[in-house]
């Protein structure tokens, strides 16, 4: 019992801790008050109902995106390309979001079905890249990002297909209709609920389902998979696929409950955070929720801590940084905290050569 | 006992067929050379203006790219995957940047870049060979802190001196490969030098058989006396510091730090490396390639002379690396050591 406390609670808690620390160190050498610093954060992402529902809706594409790597490193693939699924997911979310004319309760699944569904389209690629021609989905994922970086931007800019007639020179999208726009309890967005229930979703077909289990299988041993009757290509596109539909759904949601129409290049560095939530939460879907609330509490409370302090927000990133590195690097936790007992990391293993197999 | 290349035992260890002028010639190689330099001058003849633009311009532009992939190629060779370049170019642009601007001395800025990049390259190290990290999650961090940390430290506003081009007297008069070759400034003659230099000491010194072997065959490398943990620290921190020049290329170009500078060449490095099978030549013909699509897209953009959008010559380099590498399949063959930590049994 007490192992598994370690396993779970200790190491996510110290990498954090650790990461937060040497944030602060930063925030000094840069001439402000660390804890002025950290103090603006706290308020500005729990201090009030409104930036408790920022906090949510920050956390909500976060969730999804540590999900999407999560889900993948279930089948031993390493899914770096959420940024550019997200992108898709939130463009294709605003199409039908704007161009289409439905009654609510089909309007807002709709369009968060195509945009998850277009980002699978990009996972799928990968996936299927991976299992016939050998390859490496870290790098067909990188390149695919700026492919759909390139073609968000082309869809919404002057010689696009999407964009805005009445927003002169800026590229973005119409808004979308508000059929399709996802409503807010209170502070509680919607999209933050959709997220939860998509984890526990998640945690129940890797846990308790066939498909799960199967992509267990392959994640641990493709060849004893194969032998075993598991077809690994279906499972290496099925597994990629399902990764990239959840960026994409976390892109569609951004779409329809924040931005309200599709601006490009509002999520730069999503898919990356994803890796860290995905290792903070030791690829558990359930624990991907408070891990995705830590961070996106984090970026929520970035802007009041730069207004009170001139620190650039910035910093978030490379706190976040420095939590990925402890949570792979359970031994520095272990050598900085004089513990005896020994700490795994997660059982990740994707650097494993990009071209065959 | 030593390695050498005489070793047939230790020849061995790479199994790719033995390279460079010493053995046979690479044909395929030759003839899509030759068959580039007939494009350029066909187009010399039909526009000796736009030609000789678009020709600079891509030796410019490959430059970085050049330097970036063999910080990979030095990296995997000697068994460690490096997707962190683009977090090293960063950093080294901007310790460059802002040394050099603090010091107003370039000299300073260089060693700079060189020093900070190369710290980056030992921590990839060490995190892959003292901590056994998964090597793709210290490369992300390297990204992560390296474009979160260049940007909470950047300072709006600062100059450094010009990197002005050092024209070659007497050859820079002459026509097209004047402009194309001899007017640059002195981070790309530098990426040339590091295609020979790596290409050299790859295939033709102790240190590379030695390198190559512990990228390949650890086991077999650490059984004849090779320090494979030494080696790696060492190579990660040379290569490192080649990112570190990929930095200083891009200030060349752009003339002052700004965030996020690099833009994905970091990315593009990596899969010009792969393109280029590993190999300094190919690298630098990978980064020619590379650098004709955005030099050729930047004078479109220019001339505003095409109705394509740019967002779609943005597409190509990233669609044909994807092309690429699904065309090569299994043959494209990285390092068999790459990626995995060494286990001494």
Not at chain 1, 50 to 65: C, F, H, Q, V, Y
Not at chain 2, 70 to 84: D, H, K, T, V
Request: aromatic share 8%.
């Amino acid at each position: 019992m007490l192992s598994a406390w370690r396993q779970w609670v200790l190491l996510p808690v110290m990498a954090v801790v650790i990461g937060l620390a040497g944030g602060a160190l930063l925030i000094l050498v840069s001439g402000d008050n660390p804890v002025t610093a950290y103090g603006g954060m706290l308020q500005g992402s729990f201090g009030s109902s409104d930036a408790i529902g920022r906090t949510l809706e920050k956390a909500t594409p976060l969730i999804l995106a540590g999900l999407a790597v999560a889900f993948a490193f279930k089948a031993g693939l390493f899914n770096i390309g959420g940024q550019g699924q997200l992108l898709v997911g939130a463009a294709f979310a605003a199409w039908i979001g704007f161009d289409v004319n439905l009654p609510t309760v089909l309007h807002i699944p709709l369009a968060l079905v195509v945009g998850g569904l277009f980002g699978a389209l990009l996972g799928a690629l990968a996936g299927l890249l991976k299992a016939t021609r050998g390859t490496h989905e870290v790098i067909s994922t990188i390149m695919l990002n700026f492919v759909a970086a390139n073609l968000t931007d082309w869809l919404v800019s002057r010689d696009g297909p999407w964009k805005d007639s009445a927003s002169g020179a800026v590229a973005r999208s119409p808004a979308v209709l508000p059929s399709a726009a996802l409503p807010r309890w209170g502070p509680l967005p919607t999209g933050f609920l959709v997220a939860v229930a998509v984890a526990a979703a998640i945690w129940w077909v890797v846990n308790r389902s066939v498909l799960g289990f199967e992509i267990s299988t392959v994640g641990h041993n493709a060849k004893a998979a194969a032998y075993a009757g598991i077809s690994v290509t279906r499972i290496t596109v099925l597994a990629m696929a399902i990764s990239a539909f959840l960026a994409g759904l976390g892109g569609a949601i951004q779409t329809q409950g924040v931005n309200g129409r599709f601006e490009p290049g509002f999520n730069s560095g999503l898919g990356f955070d994803g890796i860290t939530i995905a290792l903070l939460a030791r690829t558990n879907p359930l624990a991907v929720v408070p891990a995705g609330l830590l961070i996106g509490a984090m970026n929520a409370g970035s802007t009041l801590m730069q207004s009170r302090t001139d620190v650039q927000p910035e910093i978030i990133s490379v706190i976040q940084g420095f939590i990925l590195f402890l949570v792979a690097a359970p031994s520095v936790v272990r050598w900085l905290l004089r513990l005896r007992q020994d700490l795994d990391a997660p059982a990740v293993d994707l650097a494993s050569g990009w071209g065959g197999s | 006992m030593t390695l050498t290349d005489a070793d047939p035992a230790a020849r061995s260890t790479d199994p790719r067929p033995a390279e460079g002028w010493t053995s046979r010639l690479d044909w395929k190689a030759l003839a899509f050379t030759a068959a580039a330099v007939i494009v350029v001058l066909v187009a010399y003849r039909w526009d000796s203006t736009q030609t000789t633009a678009v020709s600079a311009r891509t030796v410019r532009e490959a430059s970085p790219l050049i330097l970036g992939a063999l910080c990979g190629l030095i990296g995997e060779r000697s068994g460690i995957i490096n997707i962190g370049i683009e977090g090293q170019m960063l950093m080294g642009a901007f310790s460059g940047f802002m040394a050099a601007s603090y010091s107003q001395s370039l000299l300073v800025g260089v060693v700079a870049a060189i020093v900070v990049s190369g710290l980056t390259g030992l921590f990839l190290a060490w995190a892959a060979v003292a901590l056994r990290m998964d090597q793709i999650i210290a490369g992300t961090v390297i990204n992560i802190v390296g474009a979160g940390a260049t940007s909470f430290f950047y300072i709006a506003g600062r100059t450094m001196p010009r990197i002005s081009n050092w024209a070659v007297p007497g050859l820079d008069q002459l026509p097209l490969v004047g402009r194309a070759l001899f007017n640059h400034g002195p981070l790309t003659y530098t990426a040339a030098l590091a295609v020979l230099v790596v290409h050299v000491a790859l295939f033709h010194t102790r240190w590379g058989l030695r390198t190559r072997a512990v990228g390949e065959h650890p086991g077999a490398a650490d059984t004849v006396g090779v320090n494979i943990v030494r080696l790696r620290y060492v190579n990660l921190s040379i290569a490192g510091s080649l990112a570190g020049l990929a930095g200083l290329a891009l200030l060349q170009s752009a003339g002052a730090f700004d965030r996020g500078m690099t833009a994905g060449r970091g990315f593009i490095a990596l899969a010009v490396m792969i393109f280029g099978r590993w190999r300094p030549t190919g690298v630098l013909g990978a980064a020619l390639l590379f650098g004709l699509f955005n030099a050729v897209q930047a004078q479109l953009q220019f001339k505003q002379a095409l109705s394509i959008p740019p967002q779609f010559f943005g597409m190509i380099p990233f669609v044909l690396t994807i092309v690429v590498l699904a065309a090569a399949g299994l043959k494209a063959r990285p390092p068999a050591a790459a990626g995995r930590p060494y286990d001494p049994e």
